[in-house]
Structures are given as C-alpha cells and as structure tokens.
C-alpha cells in the first residue's frame, strides 16, 4: 500500500482500510480511521500510521468520532 493508495482510501472514507493504517492529522493531533467522517484533512496535513501505538507515541489522540482506540480491539478480536 503506497501513500497515494492511502490518501485515496482517506478522501473516499473507504472503510476496507479501517485497522490496516490511520490517519492523523497534524494541526488538530488527532488520529482517525481511515474512514472517518470528519472533515477530509488537507494532504499537507495528513501523516499516516500503520498501527495507533505509533501515533499516540507521537503525541496524537484518538478521535472522538470514529474512535480508533476502541473498535481496533473489536477488529482485532473479529479475526
Ligand atoms: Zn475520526
């Protein structure tokens, strides 16, 4: 998956890659799932994870919205 394919699936809020990578967004340092339904974040500002652990360790908060924090352990069980 490259950065193109990600930005993608964030501007068509595409829920396969929910759990696959995250979204965080540096002006609000707030991380998101790929398909969340705030605001689409400009380019510039979007910095890409693939795991939450690594986006809370560089100071992000997991959003309210779509809350990563919570449904990536609900993934992680379905599997
Ligand atoms: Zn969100």
């Not at 699936?9 to 609000?28: E, P, S």
């Not at 994870?49 to 449904?71: H, M, S, V, W």
């Amino acid at each position: 998956m490259d950065k193109q394919e990600k930005i993608k699936a964030i501007q068509n809020r595409d829920n396969k890659y929910d759990g696959k990578f995250f979204c965080g967004v540096k002006t609000t340092k707030i991380v998101c799932f790929p398909s969340c339904s705030s605001r689409t974040p400009l380019e510039k500002n979007i910095e890409l994870f693939d795991t939450l652990e690594e986006a809370i360790q560089n100071g992000y908060r997991p959003c309210k919205r779509c809350k990563p924090d919570i449904k990536t352990k609900n993934l992680k069980e379905e599997k």
